[in-house]
Every structure is written in C-alpha cells, then in structure tokens.
C-alpha cells in the first residue's frame, strides 16, 4: 500500500467485521503499524525524511485519538509498539543498517533503514516490563510529527546480562533457518555487530592487543504463554551514574532451555533509561 494512499486507507469505514475482530483501539494500533512497515520497505531519497514522510499520518491520527506521539510511535499503544525487530524475511535484511546521521532514539523503529515487522500478537497479561516515561525532543517545537533531535525511554523489567564472548553459545544471531531449535534468537538493529561465533575475531582483536570483554543485556519485554521471553538486545552506555542503555537488536527464545541457567536465573527488575 503506497505512502500517498495511507490517509484513506486510515479514514476508511470500519465494517462490523473488523469491529468484531478487533476493538476500535487495536484497529487503529494495526492500522498504524501496518503504515510503519509499509514505510520501512520503501527506499527514502533523503535519510532524515523517514519521520517527515509519515507525518501527515501521524497528524491525521493524532486528529481521531488525541493520542501523544513519540517518534515513530503512539503512547497508547507504546508498549506493543516498542516490540518492533527488522524483518528477517524481507529481501534487505542482511544489507540493513543504521542511518549515517542521528534520526531517532534507539528504541524507534525509525532509527533503522531496512524493513521492519512487529513481534507478537501480545496480549496485555503478557507484558512484563513497564514504561515509565518517555519523551522526545523535535527538530522543530512547532511541528510534534517530524523529526526529532533525541529521546530517552525509562523502563522497567527483568535485565540479564551475558558475557558477549558467551553470545555464540545461547544465540543465533540473524538467523532465518527455522529448523535450529536449540539455541535462542537475535536479530540485530539495522549493521549492529555481535560474534556469530566463539572463534570470530572482531575488529579490535589485532596482534598483541588485549580487548577487554562487554556485557550484553537482555530486557525481556513480554512472555509467551509457555512463559517463553522476548525482548530488547542491549549495549550499556556510559552517561555519569546513570544506568543508560542503547537497543542495539530484539531477541526470542522459544528453545525452554531449562538446562541453560541464565534462563532459569532469577532475573532482577531493574529501571533503566534508553537513549
């Protein structure tokens, strides 16, 4: 469905059929994410105008809700809209990356270029962290729809970490073979970059260096209801005493490795801020 056609296809009549299936808030929610993938798979002359390009919707929307918009997403429906993941199905996935420019904070899926798909359906019993707050600052004070020059999201919930040398032996990173059951799954943001194995050699690793190992962290968002976790890949940034973090990927696991204790681990709820 093409961008110039969205306005309508918002404003079309709701026919009891969709009614039944959906109330008139889920109806609008999908409407919108459909509009946000429709969006991601198409090429933007220009990188900054990703969030200008749909802001006609956005203010067409924002006119039947009232609703607050948070670059790229909608505060009514923040939390279901944070569980976006790039689209591993999509012919541009593995040539996806981040824009060369800031253009929205890490937690929207405007600050990434290639397609993007939604994870879940979820329902509410099904989210486990919760949002605290979330603000974003416009290029322009006098227009909340386009483009933005930051953001943070405070959240709270179960954070994990691992050894990010560990990574190879939980996760498959941007895998689309189905067929591996056994291990959890990461699907990084746009060119983000995690080893794929024990034995790969990152950028850093030259002769007579010593690198010094990071931490991954993983904030799962909802569960399942086999109680399986999904959630925010991330990279803790350094920003005074401030517990700040940066997404950097979505991951899934499916597996119930109930032999893996990072899994089974008690798993502390903590606050954090996202940038």
């Known amino acids: 469905m093409g961008i110039n056609r969205l306005e309508s296809y918002i404003f079309s009549p709701l026919t009891a059929s969709t009614v039944e299936k959906s109330p008139q808030a889920m109806f609008l929610h999908n ?3 459909d509009a946000v993938m429709d969006l991601s798979r198409r090429k933007i002359t220009e990188e ?4 200008p390009a749909i802001s006609g919707v956005a203010q067409q929307m924002h006119l039947i809700t009232g609703d607050s918009y948070l670059a790229g997403l909608w505060k009514a429906s923040l939390h279901f809209e944070l569980m976006w993941l790039q689209d591993a199905a999509a012919e541009d996935f593995h040539h996806a990356k981040r824009p060369t420019t800031y253009r929205a904070p890490s937690w929207s899926w405007a600050s990434v270029e290639g397609t993007v798909t939604f994870s879940g359906p979820f329902e509410e019993e099904d989210l486990v962290a919760e949002v605290i707050q979330c603000e974003v600052l416009p290029v322009d004070p006098s227009n909340l ?3 933005v020059s930051g953001g943070h999201l405070v959240i709270n919930g179960p954070l994990r970490s691992l050894d990010e ?19 959890a799954k990461i699907y990084l943001d746009g060119d983000e970059i995690l080893p794929s194995s024990a034995k790969t050699l990152m950028p850093n690793d ?6 010094t190992s990071q931490r991954i962290w993983f904030l799962d968002m909802a569960r399942n ?11 803790q940034q350094t920003q005074q005493n401030i517990r700040v973090f940066r997404r950097i990927g979505w991951f899934e696991n499916t597996t119930r490795s ?5 899994w089974t681990q008690d798993t502390p709820v903590e ?3 996202l940038i």
Request: aromatic share 12%.
């Open 31 to 33: 409407t919108w994410t």
């Open 48 to 51: 900054s105008d990703k969030l």
């Open 145 to 147: 729809f386009g483009a």
């Open 165 to 183: 040398k560990l990574i190879p032996e939980y996760f498959q990173i941007n895998s689309t073979d189905a067929r591996e059951v056994s291990l």
């Open 206 to 211: 030259v002769p007579g260096s010593v690198q």
């Open 225 to 235: 209801k086999h109680g399986d976790p999904f959630g925010y890949v991330l990279r």
């Open 258 to 262: 109930i032999d893996k204790p990072f």
């Open 271 to 273: 606050t954090i801020t």
